[in-house]
């Protein structure tokens, strides 16, 4: 999602850290980042600790497919770095299933499905739909292909784009009249923003596969096939149990569609 920087594994692995143990043995650890500055997804709670959807849906998971899991709070613009070079085995930030990435990546079954929309004060005049963004800046999160290839193909190629390293960054200067909308997942917008009454989505979220591919699910190193399904065991025994349900009406106020 976002541009990869050379980090060293004592900078990429930073801030909170808590370890999700199964009850199997300690045999296989594996090590997992989050980047928990996406709040419900994840994020640091007022102890210290990592908490969010994808944090308790990787202990979860985790413990269904009897493995060991350490979760690190890693950053998005150092993940796929700590994930090349060992550093973490997983990504367990939930991450838009591409062509391109699954040719350089393993990945998990898809977990669930988001759409991309615009987000836009409460105050912002939609009568146009996005015809009315046409022309002015735009905020994304910084080096996420997708996100820009969306814009661009909604907007227009001239589209002015500026990259935010996380939500909050960019609506802070949405509110400031710096850039006219800010586009993201919708479950992300719907949660985080639109439901303090504040903001709203400037049209309905497009979920075009040529976008947003075909869902979001883990990724890993080439070579982990053994892992993979070893994981995906695990999501397939939470989901059919209805604990990712339950964890979509907690943190989202909505169920996560699978299909």
């Known amino acids: 999602m976002k541009m990869i920087q050379t980090l060293s594994a004592a900078l990429i692995v930073a801030g909170a850290s808590v370890a999700a143990l199964s009850p199997a043995s300690a045999d296989e650890v594996v090590k997992v980042g989050i980047d928990a500055a996406y709040k419900p997804f994840a994020y640091v709670d007022t102890n210290g600790e990592l908490a969010g959807l994808e944090v308790d849906l990787t202990k979860a998971v985790c413990a269904a497919a009897k493995v060991t899991c350490e979760i690190s ?58 015809d009315g963004l046409k022309g002015q800046p735009i905020g994304t999160i910084v080096g996420t292909q997708s996100y820009y290839d969306y814009i661009k193909a909604t907007l227009g190629d001239d589209a002015q784009i500026q990259g935010y390293d996380n939500p909050d960054a960019a609506v802070l200067d949405l ?67 209805g604990k990712l349900d339950e964890l979509g009406l907690k943190y989202l106020n909505t169920k996560l569609t699978t299909q």
């Open 73 to 130: 709070n890693v950053p998005w613009d150092g993940i796929w770095t700590a994930l090349e070079t060992s550093t973490i085995d997983m990504i367990g930030t939930t991450v838009t299933e591409t062509a391109p990435r699954l040719e350089k990546y393993d990945a998990t079954r898809i977990i669930y499905k988001v759409g991309y929309a615009f987000l836009v004060p409460e105050s912002a005049d939609t009568s146009k739909g996005l």
């Open 175 to 241: 509110d400031a009249g710096r850039i006219a909308a800010f586009q993201n997942d919708n479950l992300q917008l719907q949660q985080q923003f639109v439901s303090t009454g504040k903001y709203k989505l400037a049209a309905e979220p497009s979920f075009d596969k040529k976008f947003v591919g075909e869902g979001r699910g883990w990724f890993f190193r080439k070579g982990s096939a053994d892992l993979v399904a070893k994981i995906n065991k695990g999501l397939d025994s939470v989901i059919a149990s």
